[in-house]
């Protein structure tokens, strides 16, 4: 089988098909050591119950779910966030039992920190290198096996035949060369699409390759306008100030010097929902409360050297790197940007797409655990479970494909070639990284924290114009071999489609749930619309669909914190 994307997702599954002794081969654009799971750095969730709560009383897999559903906005399947919260604690040790060291508490039991929306303190951590660990850890454990991996291989097709999916094409960044793989089953886990938005907390690479791929093969994406904006993120360079620093006992301060989560969320403060804190971070900017340049302060201070230096080293480190602050001295200013894509790939419970012989996990999938809004400390947690877990529907489903024609994968290579030698011989016209730069800016100003229809429309309207653009770019350089402009160009390309994508699922999604917020329609309509978008590709036009939320121990009620 075929594995696209070597993160947390990509590895996992790439260690459960090793062991199960089938073939398999791992592609990524980048070396998997520079996936971004290698930057997260919060945590892990799980309900090892290592560190009760305020009564007293310890945690489980029940909780732990109902803080995700009630987090989600009662918009993910719960079916699903089910089976990943009972798979949770085991999925920690499994980590640690492979080499991961995760920090401990004083009796030697894995420690736990309190992150927002969660009733308990159940984010396992290593230190706030969490994803770094893992990463490394997996990387070792697949290696180890002798897994063939394509490092910086560009994936530009799957490829089709008889109504399945059989492999892919991709170019080889090096050489600019065109490779076909051929396989039974391909599982994609290609990470989210942050960089469609200009302030993003997101790696570079996180340009949705696999998700414009999948649309192309005629799968729909799923619920593609709840796209999660982290509130705490550095002032110019949006780098990722994790919520474990608010778990540590970091608070938010506006210019006025007050600690304004209290009027927002008054029982959980600092440490409500990330939806929560973002759009109040942007009311105190709006309403002029923030500092002038558009940031507030995270103020650790009083946290003290030892403990920010045990539990929160990396923070500091690139507050000082990139910001000139020193947290053990003085305040961080933070500011909200993307940070997360809850929705992705339309997959069911084990995975599996409406295209036979096509998977996906992780970030790129929307199997729904998170919902309209996606709680801290989850996002690792699903990789690693549903890594395996759809591995293990694509061991026991691979011996009901038959063996692939090489033919059609032969006929997607001279179709790929023939395209990029048409793009490389057109005549110099628009900038391709204008064009990017404009794309980038509209979704953040027109779909960021606050959504109005007007102001959407006009963005789609002016996402039309850019895609229509495409067919007068070309890359400078004529050369194949490395050619990063290139591969820009043809990462630009579904990232306009994933663009127009959230722009008519968030315009079309009249009510207010988790991270999209509209003020012309401010209020939760469950009516209406507990349910999850879907959008997909009919004779080259974008068409809407929907389907209900799969519901289970928890009714939707009012969220409160």
Same mark, same amino acid.
């Given at each position: 089988?075929?594995?696209? *994307?070597?993160?947390?997702?990509?590895?996992?599954?790439?260690?459960?098909?090793?062991?199960?002794?089938?073939?398999?081969?791992?592609?990524? &654009?980048?070396?998997?050591?520079?996936? !971004?799971?290698?930057?997260?750095?919060?945590?892990? +969730?799980?309900?090892?119950?290592?560190?009760?709560?305020?009564?007293?009383?310890?945690?489980?897999?029940?909780? !732990?779910?109902?803080?995700?559903? &009630?987090?989600?906005?009662?918009?993910?399947?719960?079916?699903?966030?089910?089976?990943?919260?009972?798979?949770?604690?085991?999925?920690?040790?499994?980590?640690?039992?492979?080499?991961?060291?995760?920090?401990?508490?004083?009796?030697?039991?894995?420690?736990?920190?309190?992150?927002?929306?969660?009733?308990?303190?159940?984010?396992?951590?290593?230190?706030?290198?969490?994803?770094?660990?893992?990463?490394?850890?997996?990387?070792?454990?697949?290696?180890?096996?002798?897994?063939?991996?394509?490092?910086?291989?560009?994936?530009?097709?799957?490829? /089709?035949?008889?109504?399945?999916?059989?492999?892919?094409?991709?170019?080889?960044?090096?050489?600019?060369?065109?490779?076909?793989?051929?396989?039974?089953?391909?599982?994609?886990?290609?990470?989210?699409?942050?960089?469609?938005?200009?302030?993003?907390?997101?790696?570079?690479?996180?340009?949705?390759?696999?998700?414009?791929?999948?649309?192309?093969?005629?799968?729909?994406?799923?619920?593609?306008?709840?796209?999660?904006?982290?509130?705490?993120?550095?002032?110019?360079?949006? $780098?990722?100030?994790?919520? *474990?620093?608010?778990?540590?006992?970091?608070?938010?301060?506006?210019?006025?010097? =007050?600690?304004?989560?209290?009027?927002?969320?008054?029982?959980?403060?600092?440490?409500?929902?990330?939806?929560?804190?973002?759009?109040? $971070?942007?009311?105190?900017?709006?309403?002029?409360?923030?500092?002038?340049?558009?940031?507030?302060?995270?103020?650790?201070?009083?946290?003290?050297?030892?403990?920010?230096?045990?539990?929160?080293?990396?923070?500091?480190?690139?507050?000082?790197?990139?910001?000139?602050?020193?947290?053990?001295?003085?305040?961080?200013?933070?500011?909200?940007?993307?940070?997360?894509?809850?929705?992705?790939?339309?997959?069911?419970?084990?995975?599996?797409?409406?295209?036979?012989?096509?998977?996906?996990?992780?970030?790129?999938?929307?199997?729904?655990?998170?919902?309209?809004?996606?709680?801290?400390? +989850?996002?690792?947690? =699903?990789?690693?479970?549903?890594?395996?877990?759809?591995?293990?529907?694509? $061991?026991?489903?691979?011996?009901?494909?038959? &063996?692939?024609?090489?033919?059609?994968?032969?006929?997607?290579?001279?179709?790929?070639?023939?395209?990029?030698?048409?793009?490389?011989?057109?005549?110099?016209?628009?900038?391709?990284?204008?064009?990017?730069?404009?794309?980038?800016?509209?979704?953040?100003?027109?779909?960021?924290?606050?959504? +109005? *229809?007007?102001?959407?429309?006009?963005?789609?309207?002016?996402?039309?114009?850019?895609?229509?653009?495409?067919?007068?770019?070309?890359?400078?350089?004529?050369?194949?071999?490395?050619?990063?402009?290139?591969?820009?160009?043809?990462?630009?390309?579904?990232?306009?489609?994933?663009?127009?994508?959230?722009?008519?699922?968030? $315009? &079309?999604?009249?009510?207010?749930?988790?991270?999209?917020?509209?003020?012309?329609?401010?209020?939760?309509?469950?009516?209406?619309?507990? /349910?999850?978008?879907?959008?997909?590709?009919?004779?080259?036009?974008?068409?809407?669909?929907?389907?209900?939320?799969?519901?289970?121990?928890? =009714?939707? /009620?009012?969220?409160?914190?």
């Amino acid at each position: 089988m075929i594995i696209i *994307g070597g993160g947390l997702t990509g590895l996992r599954a790439a260690l459960q098909i090793s062991n199960s002794g089938l073939s398999g081969a791992l592609i990524s &654009k980048v070396h998997p050591l520079r996936s !971004h799971s290698v930057a997260a750095q919060g945590g892990m +969730n799980a309900s090892l119950g290592n560190v009760p709560g305020d009564d007293g009383a310890s945690d489980d897999w029940k909780m !732990h779910a109902y803080d995700t559903v &009630k987090g989600s906005d009662y918009l993910a399947d719960q079916d699903a966030v089910e089976k990943m919260c009972n798979e949770a604690a085991a999925t920690v040790y499994e980590l640690e039992h492979m080499g991961t060291v995760w920090s401990r508490l004083e009796n030697g039991k894995i420690a736990q920190r309190p992150f927002g929306g969660a009733g308990f303190p159940r984010t396992c951590y290593a230190a706030d290198r969490t994803g770094h660990n893992a990463l490394h850890t997996l990387y070792e454990q697949v290696l180890d096996r002798n897994f063939p991996f394509y490092e910086e291989f560009f994936v530009t097709s799957l490829v /089709k035949d008889r109504g399945r999916c059989i492999g892919c094409t991709a170019i080889e960044i090096m050489t600019g060369k065109i490779h076909g793989f051929i396989s039974k089953a391909v599982l994609m886990a290609t990470g989210g699409f942050g960089r469609v938005f200009n302030r993003s907390t997101n790696a570079l690479i996180n340009t949705g390759d696999g998700l414009a791929l999948a649309l192309g093969a005629g799968v729909p994406l799923k619920d593609m306008e709840f796209v999660q904006f982290h509130p705490t993120t550095l002032y110019g360079t949006n $780098i990722l100030m994790s919520e *474990g620093a608010r778990g540590e006992g970091g608070i938010l301060v506006n210019s006025q010097g =007050e600690r304004f989560m209290e009027k927002y969320a008054p029982n959980s403060v600092d440490l409500a929902p990330r939806d929560v804190v973002a759009r109040s $971070i942007e009311q105190e900017i709006r309403e002029g409360r923030g500092y002038d340049e558009g940031y507030v302060h995270l103020d650790l201070t009083h946290l003290g050297f030892d403990r920010i230096m045990e539990r929160l080293p990396g923070i500091r480190q690139i507050a000082m790197d990139f910001a000139g602050v020193d947290p053990i001295k003085e305040p961080i200013p933070v500011q909200p940007g993307q940070h997360y894509s809850m929705g992705g790939i339309d997959v069911d419970i084990n995975g599996s797409t409406i295209l036979p012989g096509l998977y996906a996990a992780g970030e790129c999938a929307c199997i729904s655990v998170h919902g309209a809004n996606r709680l801290g400390g +989850n996002s690792l947690l =699903e990789t690693v479970v549903f890594g395996r877990l759809v591995a293990d529907t694509i $061991i026991n489903d691979i011996n009901n494909f038959q &063996k692939p024609d090489i033919l059609p994968i032969e006929s997607a290579v001279n179709d790929v070639e023939s395209k990029i030698k048409e793009v490389m011989e057109r005549k110099k016209g628009a900038n391709i990284f204008d064009v990017k730069d404009e794309m980038t800016e509209l979704m953040f100003q027109k779909f960021g924290i606050f959504r +109005n *229809g007007q102001r959407m429309e006009k963005g789609l309207n002016e996402i039309l114009k850019m895609e229509d653009k495409l067919s007068e770019l070309t890359p400078n350089n004529k050369d194949l071999a490395v050619n990063q402009t290139l591969i820009q160009f043809l990462e630009l390309e579904g990232m306009l489609k994933i663009a127009e994508v959230v722009a008519k699922g968030a $315009i &079309k999604r009249e009510e207010s749930r988790g991270s999209h917020m509209r003020t012309d329609h401010p209020n939760r309509d469950d009516e209406n619309f507990l /349910k999850h978008t879907l959008i997909g590709l009919e004779d080259k036009n974008l068409n809407i669909k929907y389907k209900p939320v799969t519901l289970g121990m928890f =009714e939707p /009620k009012e969220r409160v914190y």
